[in-house]
């Protein structure tokens, strides 16, 4: 164990096989890793693709990744379902359609997202902005219309209609239920 | 635009009391009335968004175009126009151009604040004429106007970030720079919204005049 190589470390930790139902009772004891696990939110909080400061893109963009763009791109982009964030030395010239869109530096082109568009403090942002959930910090400049997409919480659905008493069935009287008196007198 | 029967309105009423610092604004009750009764407008916030004015319009299902008026004059003239005071008739267009890119008639509702007492008076007035134009009729205009003094001191001050809290509350947030103001007094506010069908006054225990200007 101590002198385990440099490599052995190096290897990617592969998940232990599932055991069959039943089979744990047979064990003496369960083997357990000593070496801290991935957290439980790794892919969320995993960066996607990078364009880094000094990268200069002409053209559009799509991709199926979280993206963040630190450099200067003139083109539009595409990430219909994943976040993209523009650093703060970061310059999109173009509009720009994600689920979610984080800005702390400039855009100049209209912005559709899905989920939430978050324009921080010193960002600059001139152009039309679409999302359900727009978060505009103080200090940030924002030029533009904005339009919140209104979502509706789908309605439970309708009870089945109850049978449609036949015309000539009676009523069934309750047992408990007092029969209509009339008195003359 | 359109009227509706029941306004779904983000805050009609105020249960608690407003935050410290609230100022109860009579302009905004009326302006916020508007909203609620009519559906689908197109507002002008000239004081630079904030998230408190986003929420609010855009709870009332209105569309929000948000510019900063006083940041866009820093940024489109050269400090030498600004200290000369001398604009050209053609800068001025070519500003409003920029600021203003509606049709005639297309916005329902401003909401200007104290920006256009910190612009120079020649461009103040060009900015209301072509709000004015931008304006659909019936529609309203909010503006205010910090005291008019003639002493040096108070030539200069600063511009307010204006959040709305509720139907009836502002919150004015001063914003970090002092710059030159034009004094307003009521005669002069009269004749400054002139081609307007009314204007309604309202005095702030704060001596700062609110109006509501109907197109």
């Known amino acids: 164990m101590w002198n385990r190589s440099k490599k052995e470390d190096d290897l990617p930790q592969k998940p232990a096989p599932a055991a069959p139902p039943g089979a744990e009772y047979g064990r003496e004891a369960i083997p357990m890793s000593a070496y801290p696990t991935r957290p439980a939110d790794f892919a969320q909080t995993r960066s996607g693709a990078a364009i880094g400061k000094s990268v200069v893109i002409t053209g559009h963009i799509l991709g199926k990744e979280d993206l963040l763009i630190d450099g200067r791109l003139e083109g539009d982009v595409d990430l219909p379902e994943h976040r993209l964030t523009v650093g703060s030395t970061g310059h999109v010239q173009g509009s720009v359609r994600a689920r979610e869109i984080v800005v702390h530096g400039t855009i100049h082109g209209n912005m559709e997202a899905s989920e939430r568009v978050e324009i921080k403090k010193n960002a600059r942002v001139i152009g039309d902005l679409k999302a ?40 069934p009287l309750l047992p408990s239920e007092p029969k209509p008196e009339i008195r003359r007198g | 635009m359109t009227s509706r029967t029941s306004p779904p309105g983000p805050k009609p009423s105020l249960p608690t ?91 329902d509702a401003a909401f200007v604040w104290d920006a256009l007492q910190f612009l120079p008076s020649t461009l103040a007035q060009a900015v209301l004429d072509r709000l004015h134009r931008v304006l659909a009729p019936d529609s309203l205009l909010l503006a205010c106007f910090h005291p008019d003094s003639s002493t040096p001191d108070t030539l200069a001050a600063c511009p307010h970030s204006c959040r709305i809290l509720d139907t009836r509350h502002l919150l004015l947030v001063p914003r970090p720079a002092r710059r030159p103001i034009q004094p307003f007094n009521t005669r002069a506010i009269e004749r400054f919204f002139h081609g307007f069908q009314s204007v309604k006054f309202f005095l702030t225990r704060e001596n700062l005049q609110e109006v509501i200007a109907r197109r």
């Not at chain 2, 609010?56 to 820093?74: M, P």
């Open chain 1, 132 to 171: 359900q959930r727009p978060v505009i910090e103080d200090e940030a400049y924002f030029k533009g219309n904005v339009e919140t997409i209104r979502v509706d919480t789908p309605k439970p659905a309708a009870r089945p209609a109850a049978p449609a008493p036949q015309a000539d069935a009676q009523p």
């Open chain 2, 17 to 107: 009391p407003p935050p410290e610092g609230a100022r109860r604004s009579h302009a905004l009750e009326a302006i916020s009335a508007h909203f609620s009764s009519h559906e689908s407008l197109h507002v002008l916030d000239l004081g630079g968004i904030n998230q408190a004015n986003l929420d609010f319009v855009t709870g009332f299902g209105h569309r929000l175009y948000a510019e900063d008026l006083v940041r866009s004059f820093d940024g489109f003239f050269s400090p030498g126009e600004i200290s000369s005071g001398q604009f050209t008739e053609g800068r001025i267009t070519s500003f409003l151009d920029q600021t203003f890119d509606f049709p005639d008639q297309s916005c």
